[in-house]
């Protein structure tokens, strides 16, 4: 049976001044005019204050109030206004010196007969409350600040999708329409369908996913986006998932950039036949590409790739060299290059090495890697030794060339003199002279006539190819020219022609008049002496050349001499017979020779000689 | 052993050289017959012809149309000839030029390389190293 609350007026008050008094929260009782008639220990705790020193002093005035003139304010529109209660949340001034937030309610208490008494005040201290809630305000504009400047977007999901939070949208999006709305709504299909099963999967697994997507936009961009979503716990329950999404599309340009770059370099190192090669010389590792293997002659599968194995397969000669660059090259920073011989093991063959190599170390740290490239550089060697050489016999050429002019030019004088005066001595003074005498000074200046055309011959012959002009000749206007300088000796001997059709050519004027003009004067100088000589001339292509025929009805050659002809000073007959240096077929050997071909005789002794020979079509 | 010279032979093309030569050996009154051909082949032809008394000197040039000094030598060696060993042949050459050096130098057959033109007091001495 419940207990009726049967209080009497005394006991009531009884009972409320002992709540009053042992309250924990702060209590006064003001008199209408503010006074405080009436504190709790609980407030005079609140403030360190004796009773005393606050009794009947008028509330809003009171030391410990910070801002009176609001104090009053407040207390007065309490007053005026139909409202019971009002609080506040303010500072109040301890004893100490400090404040203290406290939250203040000031309550109007009526008497039985609804007539205001007296004002309640009641005050909890929150400073401890306003400082947490001060602190996580800071933290969360600190988070604000953070998550607002970094350009990934950074969502906090509900488990059905809805966005708690987001720290800034992609443009063209209202936030606010945003916040509060599906996320399903506003991403590409696939991830939206990525995302609702990885919120699934993070509820169940409680773990985080991380994952990549790819999305073309309007302008077909393609974009790349990394995800990072991962739960967020409320009582060890999976509550909302943070979602956190950074465009990559840059990072993966530049990964497939370089992977390009990468099979290019690939490429071109295998195109080029180069090994790539790299050296840790505190490990002594040496890392070889299967190229360099095959460069130098090793296998992969078996070879310890440590230096001085590396050196031992290097010349000995050339070792010396290696092993010191190779100590240079810690000590400074430049590029090293060279070559170095080595015998292949596998065929013997020996081959020149190229390399070039550079530390892949900064500056600032312990130089410890070399990195370095090898290729095989034989026939570089091989075209720069030929390079040298011919340079050299050039060089040589040029002095005998040079010689050979001016021996004869040198010579020419002296002998002029021995003509001049021999002819004085037998055009002016014969005379004085006896049998004997005259025959001497007639064999002097033949003598001297024969060195004279000996001297010309000899200069003109290292002369050929000299004018190196390579033009375009008309044969058949050649031989024209040939035969007007030889016309003296043509109309002389009778001479006959049959000229079958001649070939335009590529090559040097002078030098094929005097082939054509040598083979020919030959050809009448050793005619028979019974016919006038007659000269067939023919011409047919063979491959890249024409080869020319050149058939006369004199003397002949016996088939012994037929290759000593071309002999420089090569003779078969005496002097008296025949007249002539021996220079012509030589002459005519070099000039055939110069526009690639080759010249031989055929020959029937008395019945004639055919000149063959070849020229560059 | 050193014989007695018999008769010369002199093989060169030039005959501006045989005459030269056989003059200074005329003017060194040797009073022995000197004969001149013009070529290696001229000079076998008059070695085998079975009326000429074989010269125990021959002056033999180098360079000469279709058979030179060597190829001459060469001939020369194969020849049956009486007294062959007693035949001195001395090689009169314009100029001993290394690579015409080259060419002869193993002849055995050679005794002597000259450069020409003959002179007397070369004359001399071969008569002396060679011959009473």
Not at chain 1, 114 to 134: F, G, N, P, R, S
Not at chain 1, 213 to 241: A, L, W
Not at chain 1, 529 to 555: L, M, T, V, Y
Not at chain 2, 88 to 115: A, C, G, H, N, W
Request: charged letters at 25%.
């Amino acid at each position: 049976m419940k207990t009726k609350n049967v209080l009497n007026l005394s006991n009531t008050q009884n009972a409320y001044k002992s709540l009053i008094k042992h309250s924990t929260v702060g209590q006064l009782i003001l008199h209408l005019d503010g006074k405080i008639i009436i504190s709790n220990q609980a407030f005079l705790d609140l403030l360190s204050l004796t009773l005393s020193e606050i009794q009947l002093k008028t509330f809003w005035n009171s030391d410990f109030q910070t801002n009176r003139t609001e104090s009053l304010q407040n207390f007065q529109t309490l007053l005026d206004s139909d409202k019971q209660c009002v609080d506040f949340e303010k500072e109040y001034a301890h004893k100490a010196g400090h404040t203290i937030w406290v939250n203040e309610s000031v309550h109007k208490v009526y008497s039985p007969n609804q007539k205001l008494e007296c004002i309640l005040v009641m005050a909890v201290d929150i400073t401890t409350a306003k400082c947490k809630y001060k602190k996580l305000k800071e933290s969360e504009s600190y988070l604000m600040r953070a998550t607002e400047h970094t350009s990934a977007i950074i969502t906090i999901l509900d488990l059905d999708g809805t966005v708690k939070y987001v720290n800034h949208v992609v443009e063209g999006i209202n936030i606010n329409e945003y916040v509060g709305s599906s996320v399903y709504k506003w991403l590409p299909k696939e991830l939206s369908n990525s995302v609702k099963t990885n919120i699934s999967e993070i509820k169940e697994h409680k773990q985080t996913i991380q994952f990549e997507s790819k999305f073309e936009d309007p302008t077909r961009q393609i974009h790349y986006h990394f995800h990072d979503m991962s739960p967020i716990f409320t009582n060890s329950k999976v509550s909302g998932v943070t979602f956190v999404s950074s465009d990559i599309s840059t990072l993966k340009n530049l990964e497939e950039n370089l992977d390009r770059s990468k099979s290019l370099v690939e490429l071109g190192m295998e195109a080029a036949e180069m090994g790539v090669w790299e050296w840790d010389s505190k490990e002594d590792k040496l890392i070889w590409d299967e190229t360099v293997h095959q460069l130098l002659g090793t296998d992969s599968k078996t070879f310890v790739s440590t230096f001085q194995n590396f050196l031992s397969l290097i010349e000995e000669s050339d070792r010396k060299i290696i092993a010191s660059q190779n100590k240079q090259a810690f000590e400074s920073k430049e590029i090293y290059e060279g070559h170095f011989r080595i015998i292949k093991k596998i065929d013997g063959q020996l081959r020149w090495i190229g390399y070039k190599s550079k530390f892949t170390s900064s500056d600032n740290e312990e130089r410890t890697r070399l990195l370095g490239v090898v290729w095989d550089s034989t026939k570089e060697r091989e075209r720069e030794l030929n390079r040298i050489k011919s340079k050299t016999l050039e060089k040589q050429n040029i002095e005998l060339k040079q010689f050979a002019y001016l021996a004869s030019h040198d010579l020419k004088s002296p002998l002029l003199t021995i003509s001049s005066y021999s002819s004085l001595l037998l055009d002016k003074h014969q005379n004085m002279l006896d049998a004997k005498a005259n025959t001497f000074l007639v064999i002097i200046n033949k003598a001297a006539e024969r060195m004279q055309t000996q001297i010309k011959d000899l200069l003109d012959y290292s002369l050929i190819g000299q004018n190196k002009k390579d033009v375009s000749i008309n044969c058949i206007q050649l031989m024209k020219e040939v035969r007007d300088n030889l016309s003296y000796s043509i109309k002389e001997s009778n001479c006959t022609f049959d000229i079958a059709a001649l070939p335009i050519i590529q090559g040097y004027k002078t030098e094929l008049s005097l082939l054509f003009q040598n083979i020919i004067s030959n050809a009448i100088k050793y005619g028979s002496e019974s016919i006038a000589p007659h000269i067939i001339i023919r011409c047919q292509k063979e491959n890249k050349f024409w080869k020319f025929e050149i058939q006369d009805n004199g003397i002949g050659i016996e088939e012994q001499y037929l290759s000593r002809i071309f002999l420089l000073f090569e003779r078969l007959h005496f002097q008296d017979e025949y007249e002539g240096t021996g220079i012509g077929l030589a002459h005519c050997k070099k000039i055939v020779e110069l526009h690639g071909g080759e010249i031989w005789a055929t020959s029937k002794p008395l019945k004639g000689t055919s000149f063959h020979f070849t020229l560059r079509a | 052993m050193k014989t007695k010279l018999n008769s010369i032979l002199l093989i060169d093309d030039q005959p501006e050289d045989n005459l030269f030569h056989s003059i200074i050996i005329e003017e060194a009154k040797l009073q022995k017959k000197v004969s001149t051909v013009r070529n290696g082949i001229e000079a076998l032809q008059f070695l085998t012809a079975e009326e000429n008394e074989v010269p125990n000197l021959i002056f033999l040039d180098y360079a000469m149309p279709k058979m030179n000094g060597k190829e001459f030598i060469t001939a020369f060696d194969n020849l049956d000839l009486n007294n062959k060993s007693d035949i001195k042949i001395v090689m009169l050459s314009s100029t001993l030029s290394p690579f015409d050096m080259k060419e002869v130098e193993q002849l055995q057959s050679i005794d002597l390389f000259k450069r020409k033109p003959l002179t007397t007091e070369m004359l001399v001495s071969i008569l002396q190293e060679y011959f009473n």
